[in-house]
């Protein structure tokens, strides 16, 4: 898949999610597969990680901080925002004929530093809201 492509789907699936879920699905072939491996799950097919999504019990918000990536792999860094609440995630794009076969999405909620580091730590400024 070429980088303008790529990068034109990934960034109209996070301009999407959490407004249009139908929309930011078109991301997704009919059989992929969406992991969640903190959780133990596996979500078969695009209808079902559409109907997933839409059904969703919070409001979500999605900014997406990186793209990197190349070929059929794309890694994205962002923020989702649960009813504004801050998770930070990966989440790793397979495609396959120009669509998400695979993705797999890690999350990390925030904490505060501990000060026995302090001396070797700057601030990383938070996502913008």
Request: no cysteine; hydrophobic share 35%; glycine share 10%.
């Given at each position: 898949m070429n980088e303008a492509?790529?990068?034109e789907l990934i960034g109209?699936?996070?301009?999407?999610?959490?407004r249009d879920e139908a929309r930011a699905s078109r991301i997704y072939a009919d059989d992929a597969v969406l992991?969640?491996?903190?959780?133990?799950?596996r979500i078969r097919g695009k209808a079902?990680?559409?109907?997933?999504?839409?059904?969703?019990?919070?409001?979500?918000d999605f900014e997406n901080r990186q793209t990197i990536g190349g070929?059929?792999?794309w890694v994205n860094q962002y923020t989702i925002r649960y009813d504004g609440r801050p998770s930070h995630v990966v989440g790793i794009m397979e495609f396959?004929?120009?669509l998400v076969?695979?993705?797999t999405i890690y999350f990390s909620d925030s904490w505060e530093p501990p000060e026995w580091r302090a001396e070797w730590v700057e601030?990383?400024?938070p996502p913008a809201s």
């Amino acid at each position: 898949m070429n980088e303008a492509a790529a990068r034109e789907l990934i960034g109209d699936h996070f301009s999407w999610g959490g407004r249009d879920e139908a929309r930011a699905s078109r991301i997704y072939a009919d059989d992929a597969v969406l992991e969640f491996p903190q959780g133990g799950e596996r979500i078969r097919g695009k209808a079902n990680i559409q109907a997933m999504r839409t059904a969703y019990p919070a409001s979500l918000d999605f900014e997406n901080r990186q793209t990197i990536g190349g070929g059929d792999v794309w890694v994205n860094q962002y923020t989702i925002r649960y009813d504004g609440r801050p998770s930070h995630v990966v989440g790793i794009m397979e495609f396959r004929d120009g669509l998400v076969v695979r993705e797999t999405i890690y999350f990390s909620d925030s904490w505060e530093p501990p000060e026995w580091r302090a001396e070797w730590v700057e601030p990383i400024a938070p996502p913008a809201s």
